[in-house]
Structures are given as structure tokens and as C-alpha cells.
């Protein structure tokens, strides 16, 4: 199982190398701006960043923690099947992350500055869900949980929807309709929050 904890670390470095660091790059040389925003709400806020910083920390040390032989992949997980499985699931959820977050154009942000306004964007895949790049990160989050899947990927995975369900709910909503008004209204009103159909605000 050693093998299969260094294709995780792989997916990993992968992971933020193309979800956070590439497309940081990219938004900087486009716009001046590295696209990633200061902490500036309430309680609710920093909650919920430091929330999925410490999510992240837990998943990423579930291949470590393997690998170290500090902690086993769940008996009923062992197949080498579902390991290959999760392997192409988070390849795709990096992918789509990467395409989301290009569809979004000029206004990814990673955080949210209530001093800024950006353009609702409804088009694309978006059209179809109002969060794809959270859909797509939950999808390699699964993913690379099935590659290594030992209590601390478990524990880790479910961290990390928690911290993205508190910020979509509780930071940027609020924030989307106090910025676009009946606009975001609307848009929420037809459109899935993370799976196109579900979690409509009506």
C-alpha cells in the first residue's frame, strides 16, 4: 500500500499546483491581482478559512500517516480496484477544478473583499451549478480519500465539506446577494448550489 500512498502525495502537489498555484499565476499576470483575499469577516469567516486549512492538513497527512505505517486503509477499503478508481476520480476533480475556475474568468477569488465588486458569472458550466469548482474539489477530495482510504482521508474529507458548506452558506451567499441583489436571487432561484437541482434558494 506504500505505492499507492505516494500516487495520493502525487495527486496532492498536483492539486495545488494547478488549483491553487498555476491559477493564482495566471490570474496575477491577467489582472495584477493573485486573486487570493484577506480574511477580513466575523467569526463565521475565519471559522470556516481556517477550517479548511486544517481539512487540507488532515487530508494531505492521511498518505503521510499510511505511509509511515502510523495508520491502515480501512479493511472493507483494501480493493486494489477502488484505489484505481480513485485515482481517476481525482485526476477528474483536478481537471474540472482547472476548468471551472478558467470559466470564471476574471473573477476567481479565493476569499471574499467586501470593498470589491465582480461579475456574476452564469454562464458555462455554471449555468449548471453555482459553485462548479467546489463540486469539483469535492469530487478529488473523494477521489484521493478511495486512493488512501484510512480513517485520517475519512476524517479529513468530511472536514473539508463541512469548511466549504460553512463558507458557501454562511460567507459567500450573504455576501453574492448583498453585492447582485434580485440578480443573484434569481440566479440562485434556478440553479443548483453544488449539484445541478439541489440546494436551490427560493
Known amino acids: 500500500m506504500d505505492g499507492v500512498a505516494v500516487v495520493a502525495l502525487a495527486l496532492f502537489a498536483a492539486f495545488g499546483v494547478f488549483g491553487f498555484g498555476w491559477r493564482s499565476w495566471l490570474q496575477y499576470r491577467r489582472t495584477g491581482s493573485t486573486g487570493f483575499r484577506r480574511i477580513r469577516g466575523g467569526v463565521t469567516e475565519w471559522v470556516a478559512g481556517a477550517g479548511f486549512a486544517v481539512a487540507l492538513a488532515v487530508a494531505a497527512s492521511a498518505p503521510i500517516l499510511q505511509l509511515c505505517h502510523v495508520v491502515a486503509p480501512l479493511r472493507a477499503l483494501t480493493a486494489g480496484w477502488i484505489q484505481y478508481v480513485g485515482i481517476v476520480v481525482a485526476i477528474l476533480g483536478i481537471a474540472a477544478t482547472v476548468y471551472a475556475q478558467l470559466e470564471m474568468g476574471d473573477s476567481w477569488r479565493?476569499?471574499?473583499?467586501?470593498?470589491?465588486?465582480?461579475?456574476?458569472?452564469?454562464?458555462?458550466v455554471f449555468r449548471q451549478v453555482?459553485?462548479?469548482?467546489?463540486?469539483?474539489?469535492?469530487?478529488?477530495?473523494?477521489?484521493?480519500?478511495?486512493?488512501?482510504?484510512?480513517?485520517?482521508?475519512?476524517?479529513?474529507?468530511?472536514?473539508?465539506?463541512?469548511?466549504?458548506?460553512?463558507?458557501?452558506?454562511?460567507?459567500?451567499?450573504?455576501?453574492?446577494?448583498?453585492?447582485?441583489?434580485?440578480?443573484?436571487?434569481a440566479y440562485a432561484a434556478s440553479t443548483g448550489r453544488f449539484v445541478s437541482?439541489?440546494?436551490r434558494i427560493r
Do not use: K, W
Open 110 to 124: 479565493i476569499g471574499v473583499d467586501e470593498r470589491e465588486t465582480t461579475s456574476l458569472v452564469r454562464t458555462g
Open 197 to 199: 437541482g439541489v440546494g
Open 130 to 185: 453555482r459553485n462548479p469548482i467546489y463540486t469539483a474539489m469535492f469530487t478529488f477530495g473523494f477521489g484521493v480519500t478511495l486512493v488512501t482510504p484510512n480513517p485520517v482521508a475519512c476524517v479529513g474529507f468530511i472536514l473539508v465539506v463541512a469548511s466549504i458548506e460553512l463558507q458557501v452558506r454562511c460567507v459567500e451567499e450573504p455576501h453574492l446577494l448583498r453585492t447582485h441583489g434580485h440578480a443573484y436571487r
